[in-house]
């Protein structure tokens, strides 16, 4: 667990025995059954029937609407390695991304990067014909979301997420301009973009100063200043964070984290904002 959930949604779609279930274990699952299908399908002959599952403009503005939804689970044979790599990458972080927007907004993330992509391409596809396949650029986004969320959490060699997301972006980039894949190039950024404006248009994620500072330069100035009547303020000392919260965390080491309500998970999240902050 990277962080405390701050959402009252966060309860599993479901449980097989002991083991919860949520969304993106099903997505998982989905996705892996649609693979194992390709490879059938392609040892019988049948790998036609997968040319009808991928994304093609012009196909789509001939009426094939399917494709819009149905090219992400298409996984050929061929990329079965990193198929398997990327699903280990949505169970662990798209699991972290869902406990704390919630199931709900977790399925509003994903439908965004299922759709938003081969909406593009079809307006695209007016002007030039082009082809959509697979769901690598869908679970970068949610790899994107989590960066959002935790993005100073230390992954590989002690470096922060936020970096190794960044690196990431920036190679596909570079690939992708080196081959003239602009469609391509447009559908990984609009997956990047659709992922932190989402999870930031929820109030998640560190402060961004040039844009509080910019969103402060162009807001209009009040006519009247009110001045606040001044009243002695109370200097809250760092073990105040603290003190708040062990009740909490004794709660919690009790009864489970689902015991808190709605307003201790707040707190508690308010509680780790300002600790992260005195870390910097």
């Given at each position: 667990?990277?962080?405390?959930?701050?959402?009252?949604?966060?309860?599993p779609?479901?449980?097989?025995?002991s083991?919860?279930?949520?969304?993106?274990?099903?997505?998982?699952?989905?996705?892996?059954?649609?693979?194992?299908?390709?490879?059938?399908l392609?040892?019988?002959?049948?790998?036609?029937?997968?040319?009808l599952?991928?994304?093609?403009?012009?196909?789509?503005?001939?009426?094939?609407?399917?494709?819009?939804?149905?090219?992400?689970?298409?996984h050929?044979?061929s990329?079965?390695?990193?198929?398997?790599?990327?699903?280990?990458?949505?169970?662990?972080?798209?699991?972290?991304?869902?406990?704390?927007?919630?199931?709900?907004?977790?399925?509003?993330?994903?439908?965004?990067?299922?759709?938003?992509?081969?909406?593009?391409?079809?307006?695209?596809?007016?002007?030039?014909?082009?082809?959509?396949?697979?769901?690598?650029?869908?679970?970068?986004?949610?790899?994107?979301?989590?960066?959002?969320?935790?993005?100073?959490?230390?992954?590989?060699?002690?470096?922060?997420?936020?970096?190794?997301?960044?690196?990431?972006?920036?190679?596909?980039?570079?690939?992708?301009?080196?081959?003239?894949?602009?469609?391509q190039?447009?559908?990984?950024?609009l997956?990047?973009?659709?992922a932190?404006?989402?999870?930031?248009?929820?109030?998640?994620?560190?402060?961004?100063?040039?844009?509080s500072n910019?969103?402060?330069?162009?807001?209009?100035?009040?006519?009247?200043?009110?001045?606040?009547?001044?009243?002695?303020?109370?200097?809250?000392?760092?073990?105040?964070?603290?003190?708040?919260?062990?009740p909490l965390?004794?709660?919690?080491?009790?009864?489970?984290?689902?015991?808190?309500?709605?307003?201790?998970?707040?707190?508690?999240?308010?509680?780790?904002?300002?600790?992260?902050?005195?870390?910097?």
């Amino acid at each position: 667990m990277f962080g405390v959930t701050t959402s009252d949604d966060d309860q599993p779609v479901t449980w097989v025995g002991s083991y919860p279930v949520h969304v993106t274990t099903l997505l998982v699952g989905l996705h892996s059954i649609a693979a194992i299908l390709a490879c059938f399908l392609s040892a019988f002959g049948l790998a036609g029937i997968l040319n009808l599952m991928m994304f093609d403009s012009a196909e789509v503005l001939s009426g094939a609407v399917w494709q819009i939804g149905t090219y992400a689970f298409v996984h050929p044979p061929s990329g079965l390695l990193w198929f398997a790599i990327e699903m280990y990458m949505l169970f662990m972080f798209g699991r972290e991304v869902e406990r704390f927007i919630g199931r709900r907004a977790f399925i509003t993330l994903y439908l965004i990067l299922l759709l938003g992509p081969s909406l593009l391409l079809t307006l695209w596809g007016l002007g030039e014909r082009t082809g959509l396949a697979g769901s690598s650029a869908i679970h970068f986004g949610v790899f994107v979301a989590f960066a959002t969320i935790y993005p100073r959490v230390e992954m590989f060699l002690r470096i922060m997420v936020k970096w190794i997301a960044l690196a990431f972006g920036a190679i596909l980039t570079l690939q992708l301009l080196a081959s003239h894949a602009w469609s391509q190039l447009a559908v990984l950024w609009l997956s990047i973009a659709g992922a932190f404006l989402f999870i930031r248009m929820r109030g998640v994620g560190p402060e961004l100063e040039w844009w509080s500072n910019l969103k402060e330069k162009w807001q209009p100035k009040p006519k009247f200043q009110v001045v606040p009547r001044s009243s002695p303020r109370r200097v809250v000392e760092p073990e105040d964070v603290h003190v708040s919260i062990d009740p909490l965390l004794e709660k919690i080491s009790k009864s489970g984290i689902n015991s808190l309500t709605a307003n201790e998970r707040r707190a508690l999240d308010r509680a780790r904002n300002q600790l992260l902050k005195k870390s910097k």
